[in-house]
């Protein structure tokens, strides 16, 4: 129709409103599409329009807003001066962005997409994204940042995935990972192409494996550590991602040299370092001791596990007079271990997209550890008892002092060639006289009258000095008799 006769008829308020409704996507309420961007229902891109301010009003319905590849190089409180509710992804990148201010997120609160990468940011201050609660991804990457405080992470309890590779960080941000309490859900955290020498290998092994799975550490100038190369090792094992698709660019310097970087799974028996390849999930306990046998899968959202024993008995639960446990967490618990409890373990496990079996191998003890003195193992106290039984017997042979009160080289006055076997031998008399015991002097021989070994040769007996009473008569018994078995001389009867 003309316009001129559209003009006279009558419209009433309802195709008023019909005609507004056409002329704006969502009502004069919602807005219009700002110049030099190209809105599609709920997205807005305005990437490649040259601009250097966040264009406005934007409309408020808008749920996803493309500013890259601008000159938007601050980003200020008041760039969204209205409260956009809809708003799940902004795109920042490429803008040489240098300064965002911490209140630059207030009005986006239902943000789960940031991409900030490919600027010009040095640091991320305090609490920075700490309004942004429902954050799940985070884009930081390509930047120039240096220095990330502690709080800047603050409140980010959905983020699942955080892009901090090729910008300058020097220290690992140990605080993301540690006990999880920072970022419960985080799954991803790339590191890679920083200026990272020392990473906490033994911290980051005790991470769960979907985890280390998502942790990018290549091209960072590390040094050489046979720690890190346990880690990595490890991780090739298991087939995390982080480590097999990435193993030529995980490199490390040798401390001190100057040469070329090498590749760190390299390291196994190579000097200097001589690394050792670190056995997999091998633990080891002593007798009546509880372990927990952890069923570390790479899989997050694990629908199943169960154990099987090295018996082949499947435990889905309480077994074995509540000695086998399966507890909520998928790991197996132990207790008052038994030696025939040793062997290795299997831990299957239903992924949300492919299974996994893990194996720990347990080694018991045949021996409890309590006390200071049980920690010696069997081997080290039987050479131990070895030794010391060595050491007395020669003391015994040759320290052994003499155990009566006569030198060896004496002896008992021999007794008178008349005495009879049964006197010499079966007498419970003895031949010495009773009384004060002489010393070992009074008994050595003087003259010619000593012979081979020491011993006095026959006739050389030396005279007995005379008593009174009735044991005075009782002869000496003459070296020649029986009495004088350990004598050097012949038996004459």
């Not at 601009?51 to 749920?63: C, E, G, N, R």
């Not at 993301?176 to 799954?187: D, F, K, S």
């Not at 435990?315 to 409890?341: F, K, M």
């Not at 010495?432 to 009258?449: F, I, K, L, N, Q």
Request: proline letters at 7%; one cysteine or more.
């Amino acid at each position: 129709c003309h316009p001129c006769v559209a003009m006279r008829v009558p419209m009433g308020p309802l195709s008023l409103l019909l005609v507004l409704s056409l002329l704006s996507p969502r009502g004069s309420a919602g807005g219009s599409c700002p110049p030099r961007c190209v809105c599609a229902s709920n997205l807005l891109s305005c990437s490649q329009a040259n601009l250097s301010v966040v264009p406005a009003p934007l409309p408020h319905f808008t749920a996803v807003l493309d500013l890259s590849h601008n000159n938007v190089t601050r980003l200020r409180a008041d760039w969204a001066p209205a409260r956009l509710p809809h708003l799940h992804a902004l795109l920042l990148s490429h803008n040489g962005l240098a300064f965002v201010s911490t209140e630059a997120f207030t009005h986006v609160p239902r943000l789960r997409h940031l991409d900030l990468s490919s600027n010009r940011l040095r640091t991320l201050d305090e609490n920075l994204f700490s309004d942004l609660g429902e954050l799940e991804v985070l884009l930081l990457y390509n930047n120039e940042i240096a220095t990330v405080d502690r709080t800047a992470f603050e409140n980010l309890g959905r983020l699942r995935k955080l892009y901090l590779g090729q910008n300058r960080i020097a220290r690992f941000p140990l605080e993301l990972l540690r006990e999880g309490t920072r970022l419960p859900q985080l799954a991803l955290l790339d590191l890679s192409a920083n200026r990272l020498r020392a990473v906490p290998a033994g911290e980051l092994q005790a991470l769960p494996a979907w985890l280390r799975d998502r942790l990018y550490l290549h091209n960072n100038p590390l040094t050489c550590d046979c720690l890190l190369f346990q880690l990595l090792d490890r991780g090739h094992r298991r087939h995390l991602s982080a480590v097999v698709d990435f193993q030529d660019e995980l490199r490390c310097f040798l401390s001190g040299a100057s040469s070329a970087p090498i590749k760190i799974l390299d390291l196994a028996g190579k000097l200097p370092l001589n690394c050792s390849k670190a056995r997999e999930a091998v633990m080891e306990a002593h007798l009546g001791d509880s372990v927990t046998l952890g069923c570390d899968s790479r899989w997050q959202g694990v629908r199943s596990r169960h154990w099987v024993t090295p018996g082949g008995e499947r435990v889905l639960g309480d077994g074995g007079n509540g000695s086998v446990v399966l507890l909520a967490n998928g790991s197996l618990q132990l207790r008052a271990l038994r030696p025939e409890d040793t062997g290795t373990y299997a831990c299957w496990v239903a992924g949300p997209l492919l299974n996994e079996t893990l194996y720990v191998e347990l080694l018991v003890h045949n021996f409890t550890l309590h006390g200071p003195h049980d920690t010696l193992n069997t081997a080290y106290t039987t050479l131990v008892g070895c030794i010391l039984s060595v050491v007395l017997v020669l003391i015994y042979l040759y320290l052994t002092p003499c155990r009566c009160c006569c030198c060896r080289g004496t002896e008992k006055p021999p007794a008178p060639r008349d005495d009879s076997i049964n006197s010499s031998v079966l007498s419970t008399t003895p031949n010495h006289a009773g009384g004060t015991r002489e010393p070992c002097g009074s008994h050595m021989a003087s003259g010619a009258g000593t012979g081979q070994n020491g011993r006095f040769k026959g006739g050389g007996t030396p005279p007995v000095p005379a008593r009174q009473g009735p044991k005075a008569q009782r002869k000496v018994s003459d070296p020649d008799s029986v009495s004088s078995v350990f004598s050097d001389t012949p038996i004459v009867v």
